[in-house]
């Protein structure tokens, strides 16, 4: 078993390794600011810390290809109809490069290029936009009506002698009209229920019958008997002569060879083809891990860390592998979006210190591995251990690839 003593690292050494951590995990967590700003302080005072110098630039290629899409974005804005929406999302990109970057020269040209397109699109329609035509128009017709207007008086209508006399007389004929309706009411000798059934017995009295005799083979007319004198008032004869007198239906006309029935020929409507499914564009994985590492998709070799890969849209299981040592990660992968992963690989350890320590891994949360000795303990490579005894300053350890057992030393 390969032992390392090691010795203890400088503060500064010790400090660097926390705000790594803390940039690793904001850029995970998207607070890419946070990232920028931790991994500025480490570069600038350690321009060669490897970790930060990745992280940098795993940044620097996000807020790249932020940018080639907003390009594209402007590109499309000019030959799209709704060339608007691309136009604005365009510049959303690009306000995000610049609150990430302020001095971003290339976002700054990008965004006057895109609202100085933005500005003369809005004037040009204002211009030739009918609803400010109509406006205009309305405008100018009601000035035109209410320029000089003129007060129109209403004359009285005039009221003579004739207009009070009307009035009476309307009344005085309606009078009349209502007393000869009474008069000639009161003057007839039945009701109109009577002078139906009078009617229909005249009609029936005069409507001959005809009998076939089966003998003669010939048809004879019958004759009612007569009658005594009838008593219904004079008015009865031509009302039954208009009853009895029966309606002749018209005789259609026969048309010799009549004109054919036109039909009009209806084109058949054609119906729109179905329009295949759009695919789903493709998302992509920015990866990075402490120590460099194989990417595969199955027995597919896609590239190594760190770097961006385009994948199909859903959740992907990759392989890394270094050397020896592999994992496997599954990410869900959004159709135009980008994911981003950090891979570490671990490595088993046996840890001991001496007098004793009690060990922990720093990170984002600090966990406590316990008390030395410790045995086939599994932790990060790239990660910093910290050995702390209250009797003597604390130390710390950055695992290695071939790190198999960690041996600390107090004082």
């Known amino acids: 078993m390969d032992t390392a003593t090691v010795k203890n690292e400088s503060t500064p050494g010790r400090e660097f390794a926390e705000l790594t951590?803390?940039?690793?995990?904001?850029?995970?967590?998207?607070?890419?600011?946070e990232c920028i700003d931790i991994t500025q302080r480490v570069l600038l005072a350690d321009p060669g810390n490897v970790e930060a110098n990745a992280l940098h630039q795993a940044v620097q290629d996000d807020i790249q290809r932020d940018l080639n899409d907003a390009r594209a974005l402007l590109e499309d804005s000019r030959s799209m109809t709704d060339g608007q929406k691309y136009r604005k999302a365009a510049e959303i990109i690009l306000l995000k490069i610049l609150y990430l970057d302020a001095t971003h020269a290339e976002a700054k040209e990008l965004l006057s290029i895109a609202r100085a397109s933005a500005a003369s699109v809005s004037s040009a329609a204002a211009i030739f936009s009918p609803t400010s035509s109509v406006k205009r128009t309305s405008h100018l017709e009601?000035?035109?009506?209410?320029a000089s207007p003129t007060p129109v008086v209403k004359e009285p209508e005039p009221r003579g002698p004739g207009m009070s006399l009307k009035v009476p007389l309307i009344?005085?004929?309606?009078?009349?009209?209502?007393?000869?309706?009474?008069?000639?009411?009161?003057?007839?000798?039945?009701?109109?229920?009577?002078?139906?059934?009078?009617l229909t017995r005249t009609a029936e009295n005069r409507a001959p019958v005809s009998t076939t005799s089966a003998n003669a083979g010939r048809s004879t007319v019958n004759t009612p008997p007569a009658t005594a004198p009838r008593t219904t008032p004079s008015v009865?004869?031509?009302?039954?002569?208009?009853?009895?007198?029966?309606?002749?239906?018209?005789?259609?006309?026969?048309v010799k060879n009549p004109a054919p029935a036109v039909t009009a020929a209806v084109a058949p409507v054609p119906t729109p083809a179905s329009k295949p499914a759009a695919a789903?564009?493709?998302?992509?994985?920015?990866?990075?891990?402490?120590i460099a590492a194989d990417i595969y998709l199955g027995d597919k070799y896609l590239g190594a860390t760190p770097t961006t890969l385009p994948l199909p849209p859903g959740r992907q299981t990759i392989e890394y592998r270094h050397g020896d040592l592999k994992t496997v990660m599954t990410h869900d992968i959004r159709s135009g979006e980008t994911t981003t992963a950090f891979v570490i690989f671990e490595t088993v350890v046996q840890i001991n210190a001496r007098p004793w320590a009690q060990v922990f891994v720093e990170g984002t949360s600090r966990k406590a591995l316990g008390q030395t000795p410790l045995s086939s303990v599994r932790v990060p490579i790239g990660s910093v251990l910290t050995f702390e005894n209250p009797n003597f300053p604390p130390k710390n350890h950055r695992v290695k690839e071939g790190d198999s057992a960690i041996q600390m030393v107090f004082p």
């Open 21 to 33: 951590a803390q940039a690793r995990a904001a850029y995970q967590e998207k607070r890419t600011k």
């Open 142 to 146: 009601e000035t035109a009506f209410t």
């Open 171 to 198: 009344c005085v004929a309606i009078v009349a009209l209502a007393a000869g309706l009474w008069f000639f009411k009161s003057k007839m000798p039945f009701t109109v229920g009577e002078a139906d059934a009078s």
């Open 236 to 254: 009865e004869e031509p009302l039954a002569k208009i009853v009895s007198s029966s309606y002749v239906p018209p005789v259609p006309v026969p």
């Open 280 to 290: 789903k564009d493709p998302g992509s994985l920015a990866v990075n891990s402490a």
